[in-house]
């Protein structure tokens, strides 16, 4: 079995901006002359997160919106209390979604249509494979 570990970076606006990092991820895979096998991207991080999903305009604003009603900017959280850094919702909002993400591929397409990284507070590492 072919292990490789190989390292992305991924900036963002923070507060709820929502990139798709499927071509940069399909892209290295892809230089890796790995066929098939399982790629396992982790985040770096307590205010950034991954998911899978379909990137498109519409489902993005509705994963911002639905953020803004379950986890609001504008609340005070214990933990801006404790650290005094006011980004208690973007630490909640993260819980939300995955820390690690595992995605087969397989004659060289993965799974699944697109991939976001969902960043709430500051730029995202995603390892592994």
């Known amino acids: 079995m072919k292990v490789l570990t190989k390292e992305l970076e991924f900036k963002t606006?923070?507060?709820?901006d929502i990139i798709n990092i499927t071509d940069s991820v399909l892209s290295l895979v892809e230089k890796s002359g790995v066929s098939e096998g399982t790629a396992t991207?982790?985040?770096v991080g307590s205010t950034a997160g991954l998911s899978t999903c379909e990137y498109e305009p519409a489902l993005v604003s509705d994963i911002k919106k639905i953020f803004e009603k379950l986890v609001p900017r504008d609340v005070s959280y214990a933990h801006d209390d404790t650290w005094g850094d006011a980004n208690g919702y973007a630490h909640l909002r993260a819980t939300l979604f995955k820390a690690v993400s595992c995605c087969s591929y397989y004659e060289g397409a993965f799974n699944f249509r697109d991939m976001a990284a969902d960043?709430?507070?500051?730029?995202?590492?995603?390892?592994g494979f």
């Open 13 to 16: 606006k923070g507060n709820n």
């Open 119 to 127: 960043h709430f507070n500051r730029s995202a590492k995603f390892l």
């Open 41 to 43: 991207l982790f985040v």
